[in-house]
């Protein structure tokens, strides 16, 4: 770990003014974000008595080598870049309540000649009718329960068209889950129709569409049509299930969404009722880990920031009340800010009495549960990776902790179509963000050992170019200067901003951050030749290691014994999980490179003849046969296809008649995809 004094800045060089902070680690990237009306307050608490920090605060600043600071012109500025570059950075010691996903919402496509149903996130489209936000688990039952009352089309266009050209309808529509406008059984109007009542029903309007099913279900047992009867009453049961499910639980013009938070010293559990028309459509909830001594203001603050960062430029999906239990820190910039994003003005503020008052109490005793189920289950699964990790540093006698192990694998058939995979694994959990897939060509696809070594050499010498990028361009002169004029851009126009960095950032890398532990799927050649590429690179402070499948045993580069771990050892697991997933990552792109190898053409000779050219050929032309016998005048009527391209084409065909005779053939199936 590095030394805070080491990398401390002199308290006069700290400006007092409000401003936005960086950490970075010895690799350049940023670890922890943060925000101070005093700049030199803030960064002097981080290293006056380091030894009195949280144990995560502890942790962060013993990682970084370096501080760096921004200063702007408002909170509200501040507010603004540093949310910017918690998006941008992820950095790992900032307390994140998102996840990667955007709210799902039921949308109906009222604008397409046949509205369709589906499932929707993120910006919103024109002509199309909004119902939520629900949970992803809510939402697939609420719309496969309403389409059995109101079968409206829910098909994708792809699905659709096949219909329409065959005459026969989808699975859907055999099930009576969709009325099949697209086959006629249904006029487009009363497709329509149905689409409104769809929506009607999600309006709130339930009570007229349950009375109307039970006249229809009386007058079919009035008729002796029990079957009739039957299904109506399903139907009923269907719709009074949603609606029930949609109770009102505030006034029905009351779109809110209502937080609530529980908390200990180390964790904060947060739940989310979504109220939109009075009635609670969705209920999210996230556990995070607290960094630095946070106040509960400040983690309402971080909160509502990360949560609603997402919705710029969604007018309307912004609630007009936020509830909270605690006021947030900066509360006016911050309702300025989502008032900004909204469009129009968005209230936050805490409910002291009334149903408000009620909902939140019910939203906060969910935040309580969360947290202890959370903690239960957690407590377990924290233990056990640490336990792994400890046991394997100290069997394979490492001197520092393994913070990020790399896995490599390779995977072919007989030598064809080599393909290697790398997995990410920090802090025993999987980065798949950073998962790489490498295609082996030329003399390194020979063998295990030289795909492995081509692997290797390419990884780490991409690390070792990128690297030296970064300290080119931190020795520019203008670099920290556009650098700056980046992070102004992030943040809302101000009259006047004055900026102070004490370092520059290091520039967005895919290989930029190296491993502690190399692992390899194999035994004693795959180790050698991993060690030995990274030798040659001249890389010596990454350790390597083989898990070879037979006996499991481990094995040490130059080492004539294996390291043997018992089968019970969670450091044994661990490296069968991390081999695993790696060896699951190769298979995958294995098989995607294989299947486009089987599919061959007598077009794909053509240079500069790529996929969409090849369809527009075979769209204008109907067939291979076509395409061989047509002149140049005539090839060049097809889309994208110029003169010198038709002249290629001519010349394919003629320089091997035999070749040209060939159609396209599916290899694996033996489908001939000539037309």
Request: glycine share 6%; hydrophobic share 40%; net charge neutral.
């Amino acid at each position: 770990m590095a030394d805070p004094a080491g990398y401390r800045p002199q308290t006069g060089e700290i400006p007092t003014n409000p401003g936005v902070y960086r950490f970075r680690d010895p690799h350049g990237r940023v670890i922890y974000v943060g925000k101070a009306k005093n700049l030199r307050s803030r960064l002097n608490s981080y290293f006056a008595n380091p030894a009195g920090l949280l144990p995560k605060t502890y942790a962060m600043v013993h990682t970084a080598s370096s501080v760096e600071w921004t200063v702007v012109g408002s909170e509200l500025e501040s507010l603004q870049l540093e949310y910017t570059w918690i998006k941008e950075f992820k950095p790992r010691f900032n307390v994140m309540f998102r996840d990667d996903k955007s709210y799902p919402y039921l949308a109906v496509s009222m604008a397409e000649k046949y509205p369709r149903v589906q499932v929707l996130r993120g910006e919103r489209r024109k002509g199309t009718r909004y119902f939520g936000p629900y949970t992803a688990g809510a939402i697939r039952d609420t719309m496969d329960t309403l389409l059995r009352v109101f079968p409206v089309r829910s098909c994708s266009p792809g699905v659709l068209k096949r219909a329409e050209a065959s005459g026969r309808p989808c699975l859907l529509g055999y099930i009576d889950k969709c009325a099949a406008p697209c086959v006629g059984r249904i006029s487009t109007e009363d497709h329509r129709a149905l689409a409104e009542d769809f929506c009607s029903f999600m309006g709130g309007e339930a009570k007229p569409f349950v009375t109307r099913l039970e006249k229809d279900m009386a007058a079919a047992v009035a008729e002796l049509d029990y079957e009739r009867a039957a299904r109506i009453r399903d139907d009923i049961v269907a719709l009074k299930k949603v609606f029930e499910r949609n109770a009102v639980v505030l006034a029905e013009d009351t779109d809110a969404d209502v937080f609530a938070l529980h908390e200990d010293e180390l964790e904060a559990a947060v739940q989310v009722f979504h109220v939109r028309g009075g009635r609670i459509r969705g209920q999210r909830g996230w556990v995070v880990e607290k960094v630095e001594d946070t106040t509960t203001p400040d983690l309402v603050e971080h909160l509502l920031q990360q949560v609603y960062g997402e919705e710029a430029g969604l007018q309307g999906r912004l609630p007009r009340e936020v509830l909270v239990a605690t006021e947030p820190s900066n509360a006016a910039e911050l309702t300025q800010w989502l008032s900004g994003l909204r469009g129009a003005r968005v209230d936050v503020r805490v409910p002291q009495r009334g149903d408000k008052a009620a909902l939140l109490s019910t939203v906060r005793e969910n935040a309580e549960h969360a947290l202890k189920l959370h903690k239960s289950r957690r407590a377990g699964d924290l233990t056990m990776r640490s336990q792994a990790l400890q046991e394997l540093q100290e069997a394979l006698d490492l001197p520092i902790a393994l913070l990020r192990i790399e896995c490599y694998d390779i995977s072919h058939v007989q030598g064809t179509n080599v393909v290697g995979s790398m997995v990410v694994v920090e802090d025993g959990l999987p980065k798949k963000s950073e998962y790489r897939k490498f295609s082996v060509t030329g003399a390194a696809a020979t063998d295990d050992t030289a795909a492995m070594h081509d692997v290797l050499t390419r990884r780490f010498r991409n690390y070792l170019q990128e690297k030296a990028v970064q300290a080119d361009a931190a020795r520019q002169p203008g670099h920290q200067a556009l650098l700056n004029a980046v992070a102004d851009a992030a943040v809302a126009p101000a009259a006047e901003t004055a900026v102070a960095d004490t370092t520059t950032p290091a520039p967005r890398a895919k290989f930029a951050y190296p491993p502690n532990l190399v692992v390899v799927d194999g035994g004693k050649p795959q180790v050698n030749a991993a060690a030995r590429a990274l030798a040659e690179l001249g890389i010596d402070d990454v350790y390597v290691v083989g898990l070879a499948k037979r006996l499991e045993e481990v094995w040490l580069p130059d080492s004539d014994f294996p390291v043997i771990l018992p089968r019970a050892s969670a450091g044994l697991y661990l490296l069968q999980r991390i081999r695993d997933e790696a060896h699951r990552f190769a298979i995958s792109f294995h098989r995607q490179k294989r299947g486009k190898a089987m599919t061959v053409s007598a077009l794909d000779g053509v240079p500069g003849l790529g996929d969409s050219k090849r369809k527009a050929l075979l769209a204008r032309f109907g067939s291979l046969k076509s395409i061989k016998a047509a002149n140049i005048e005539e090839l060049t009527g097809a889309k994208g296809i110029g003169p010198s391209l038709a002249e290629a084409i001519v010349r394919h065909f003629s320089a091997d008649v035999e070749d040209a005779t060939v159609p396209a053939v599916n290899m694996t199936t033996g489908e001939i995809l000539d037309t």
